[in-house]
């Protein structure tokens, strides 16, 4: 026997939602109102970023006196949204003397005014390390590609400036040199970025990030000229048709290749015997309720804008994929 429905005057079926979801009580997320746009990285701005509390507005800046994880990010960003990208780097290291921070950078910024008066219009960003004796050097990554010109220049006016009695330091800093391998080694080399990523892991190092306790100030840790990276563009949200889905759809594809770049790494520590350390990937922008970025998002950005339905995020895929076979059709077979 079958139980009649009661009529609208009775009581409810049920007296309680019985749907997975909590409905009303979810946590709403405010509405992007812009896309801030740089070459390869987008910006979710969101209207709850809040106003600095009254307390911090004349907190005065403190000294530097670690390489933060906020730092790395800032950096990370920069390289990756270099325009023109950097091409190559070249490395200033001390052999006899161990100065100070203070020291150090005025030796850095001299060397600088040289490189720009050999290179007009180079753009560069710098990177302090220490090496395990604790002694600083420099990495410089810069725009302009290797010259065996460019290389004596810098290399002769890094040696004038810090050690200029040292040949051993001139010939270091200016001539090929044998490396651990056995292969050829210079202070300046042509630089293949490969995704701005492998320059955080390859310079944040936490052991060459320690300060010692008699280099006194340091300072910042790295720095870029300016203009190194182009000013930003704006699109309001107001602009954007289904803004709520965009942001859903760009923030999934960027959780998706992050997802891909943890199984590769995975693969290549297993097939070279390392333990491989689980990185926690942190939420992206739509799950954030302050503004975002998301990483090497956007050419995907501009492909899902000029779809009219920013639902399907399967033909994005399809170009992707498309795309790599295409290339991998062109590469030789070994």
Same mark, same amino acid.
């Given at each position: ?8 005057? &009775? ?12 409905? !009303? ?7 992007? *109102? ?7 990285? *987008?910006? *979710? ?13 004349? *907190? ?21 949204? %270099? ?55 420099? /990495? ?29 330091? +001139?010939?270091? /800093? ?7 391998? &056995? ?13 701005? &990523? ?34 930003? !563009? ?52 739509? %799950?954030?309720?302050?503004? &975002?970025?998301?990483? $090497?998002?956007?050419? %995907? ?7 009219? !339905?920013?639902?399907? +995020?399967?033909? +994005?895929?399809?170009?992707? $994929?498309?795309?790599?076979?295409? /290339? ?5 077979? $070994?």
């Amino acid at each position: 026997m079958f139980a009649l429905a009661p009529d609208e005057s &009775g009581p409810p079926l049920v007296s309680r939602c019985i749907s997975h979801r909590k409905g !009303d009580s979810r946590k709403r997320l405010p509405p992007p *109102v812009a896309f801030e746009i740089l070459p390869v990285d *987008v910006r *979710v701005v969101r209207e709850s970023d809040g106003i600095q509390p009254e307390h911090l507005k004349d *907190v005065k800046r403190g000294q530097v006196q670690m390489f933060s994880p906020a730092s790395a990010s800032r950096l990370t960003r920069t390289a990756r949204n %270099a325009m023109p990208a950097l091409v190559s780097q070249f490395c200033l290291t001390y052999h006899q003397s161990n100065p100070d921070g203070q020291a150090t950078k005025k030796h850095l910024d001299a060397w600088l005014k040289v490189l720009r008066r050999a290179a007009p219009g180079v753009g560069y960003l710098w990177i302090l390390e220490f090496q395990s004796r604790g002694v600083p050097h420099f /990495h410089v990554w810069l725009t302009e590609p290797f010259s065996e010109s460019l290389w004596k220049r810098l290399g002769a006016a890094w040696n004038r400036i810090v050690e200029p009695e040292s040949l051993h330091h +001139l010939w270091w /800093h200016t001539q090929e040199r044998p490396g651990p391998d &056995g292969k050829p080694q210079r202070s300046f080399i042509n630089w293949d970025m490969k995704g701005a &990523g492998y320059l955080r892991k390859y310079m944040s190092k936490a052991a060459q990030k320690c300060v010692p306790e008699s280099f006194g100030w340091v300072g910042r840790f790295w720095g870029c000229t300016r203009g190194l990276v182009p000013d930003a !563009d704006f699109i309001l949200a107001e602009d954007v048709p289904n803004v709520a889905d965009l942001t859903r759809q760009v923030s999934k594809y960027v959780e998706a290749r992050r997802r891909r770049g943890a199984r590769v790494a995975r693969k290549i520590a297993q097939d070279k015997g390392r333990t491989y350390q689980k990185v926690n990937l942190r939420p992206t922008a739509r %799950a954030q309720p302050r503004s &975002g970025w998301l990483n $090497n998002a956007t050419p %995907a950005f501009f492909k899902l804008l000029r779809y009219a !339905d920013v639902q399907d +995020l399967k033909r +994005l895929q399809d170009e992707e $994929n498309e795309a790599r076979s295409r /290339h991998a059709a062109r590469s030789p077979v $070994n």
